[in-house]
């Protein structure tokens, strides 16, 4: 008997590490459930090298805002955060990827198109009409509370969000409610396999001292102060181990390498086994970005949030502290305040924070969105079949 196979197009970005990790999350949750009967082609629109250079430097345009001018980025997404410019944003979108999404379509004839960005979604539904496909195109958010507008498109057929909060948005937008599905944030299976493991037994395997309190230090090329806050920490006296990952930026990898530590301090540089990092750890400090929070979630792990984006991670943020999952402690110095606080005199507040991060984290998030798309391809196929 033959195997039917199906295609899934997952429309990503680079700018912002979170789009691409939901990316992979969903393409692993596919081939992982549906195996042998999908193919799953992950692309960023903006990589395709017929569009004009000064479009595919978009990506690094926003990472240079980020870094050196936050306040313009703050400007920039609440000037873009209302539904009228959200339409403007989708439109411009679809005139400037029409061709690349058009030929994409035509070569894959997916049956299923997700994207992990919003600008996309106009333009895909515009390549997938065109081709008179009934493909489904949904859409997967990724943050958590308050998200920016132009993530609701009334015609994408479901609207995956994490939270109530974004579910509530949703429909305030005018999504309609059996449109929008709270399914949580995708993260790797990874997650949720190694919520059965023993923290020391996977700190062993990492080459981790098994018996002591871990603090995991997570940055990236948009978040410099690993190297700083393992310092403080190191130089704190605190029975403590560290693990400072710099996330891929080179500067902050070798300030890591060439410090001399005092303690037991292990360093990295861009690393692939993140779920095991996490399951490792005591407590994660690191940047709220919607990905490495929604995975800190999953992990059970409690979050001390010492950066944030404004706009969208301002809100993860809020999240985070609402549901008691973390602390919101910015700066180097705050960072290092709650550490002490938590293996001091407010370790309760250390348990509390990884209780209620077990609470409202979803590692089987992703799964559920897999089990959705599956049965929406299901629903086309028969209608498809009785037309």
């Known amino acids: 008997m ?82 009228v410019v959200a339409q403007l944003m989708q439109r411009v979108s679809t005139t400037v990827l029409n061709r690349t999404l058009t030929k994409w379509v035509r070569e894959l004839q997916p049956d299923a198109v997700i994207t992990t960005y919003p600008v996309y979604t106009q333009a895909i539904i515009q390549a997938i009409r065109k081709a008179k496909l009934s493909a489904p195109v949904d859409v997967v958010v990724t943050d958590l509370i308050g998200v920016h507008s ?18 509530r948005q949703a429909q305030d937008q005018g999504l309609r409610a059996e449109r929008v599905y709270l399914s949580g944030l995708p993260v790797h299976p990874r997650f949720a396999y190694l919520k059965q493991r023993d923290r020391r037994e996977v700190r062993a395997e990492l080459g981790w001292d098994p018996d002591l ?35 891929g930026d080179a500067e902050v990898t070798e300030e890591l390498q060439r410090t001399q530590w005092k303690g037991r ?83 309760d507040e250390l348990a509390q924070c990884a209780a209620a991060a077990e609470r409202v984290g979803r590692p089987r998030a992703v799964f559920d969105i897999v089990e959705q798309v599956m049965q929406q391809i299901g629903r086309s196929e028969k209608h498809h079949n009785s037309g």
């Open 2 to 83: 033959d195997i039917v196979t199906y295609t899934i197009l997952i429309l990503t970005s680079d700018a912002g590490f979170g789009h691409r990790r939901a990316a992979q999350a969903l393409e692993a949750g596919f081939l992982e459930t549906v195996g042998e009967q999908v193919v799953v082609e992950v692309r960023n629109p903006l990589d395709d090298p017929d569009l004009p250079s000064l479009l595919r430097s978009i990506e690094t345009g926003y990472d240079e805002i980020v870094v050196d001018d936050p306040t313009l980025y703050q400007i920039a997404y609440a000037a873009t955060d209302a539904p």
């Open 150 to 167: 132009v993530w609701f498109h009334q015609d994408a057929d479901l609207t995956f969000v994490p939270t109530q909060h974004v579910q």
């Open 213 to 247: 309190t871990t603090a995991l230090i997570v940055g990236s090329s948009r978040s410099r102060q690993t190297a700083n806050i393992a310092r403080l920490l190191d130089r704190a006296g605190l029975p403590l181990q560290i693990a400072a990952v710099a996330g």
């Open 265 to 347: 301090v292990h360093t990295y540089g861009l690393v692939d086994n993140m779920a095991e990092m996490m399951r490792a750890a005591d407590f994660i400090i690191c940047k709220a970005g919607g990905l490495i929070v929604s995975e800190s979630l999953a992990s059970g792990l409690p979050m001390i949030l010492y950066e944030a984006l404004p706009g969208q991670e301002v809100g993860n943020v809020r999240y985070v502290v609402e549901c008691g999952a973390g602390k919101w402690s910015p700066g180097v110095i705050g960072a290092l305040t709650t550490v002490y606080a938590w293996l001091g005199d407010k370790s």
